[in-house]
């Protein structure tokens, strides 16, 4: 089959077939990242099976796993994010240290227990703050 290159229809096909191809790309990646790094349930054996089948009828086993396996797959990957945000939300609260807030708070304890004198809580305080 030769494409007319002159004609917008020949750019036009060319450009729906770019697309395609780059949206299969991105459709079997996401299978395989959830074969091989999310789904921990699946057995090697099925998961080289779907490997096969995707080498062998990739357009039609990415629309059978798609449809099979779509909603455990939106799970897994829901699950994947919510973990990798806590991780995020964990170091940003170890990174950040804690508030001024909190530690004028503990110094003011201190001073109410008798730990510390009032100089020590005003230097305590003034790093806090400053």
């Known amino acids: 089959m030769e494409i007319d290159w002159q004609g917008v229809g020949g750019l036009l096909w060319y450009t729906l077939m770019v697309f395609a191809f780059f949206a299969y790309l991105i459709i079997l990646f996401q299978i395989l990242t959830d074969l091989f790094w999310?789904?921990?349930?699946?057995?090697?054996?099925?998961?080289?099976?779907?490997?096969?089948?995707?080498?062998?009828?990739?357009?039609?086993?990415?629309?059978?796993?798609?449809?099979?396996?779509?909603?455990g797959m939106a799970e897994r990957a829901k699950t994947a994010a919510d973990?990798?945000?806590?991780?995020?939300?964990?170091?940003?609260r170890q990174a950040a240290g804690r508030s001024p807030a909190q530690e004028i708070a503990d110094a003011k304890a201190l001073l109410e227990s008798g730990t510390i004198t009032h100089a020590e809580f005003d230097a305590l305080k003034a790093k806090a703050l400053g």
């Open 38 to 71: 999310r789904d921990h349930k699946t057995s090697g054996w099925l998961k080289a099976i779907w490997v096969i089948f995707l080498l062998v009828f990739p357009f039609l086993t990415a629309l059978v796993y798609l449809v099979a396996r779509g909603k």
């Open 83 to 92: 973990a990798a945000q806590q991780q995020a939300d964990d170091y940003i």
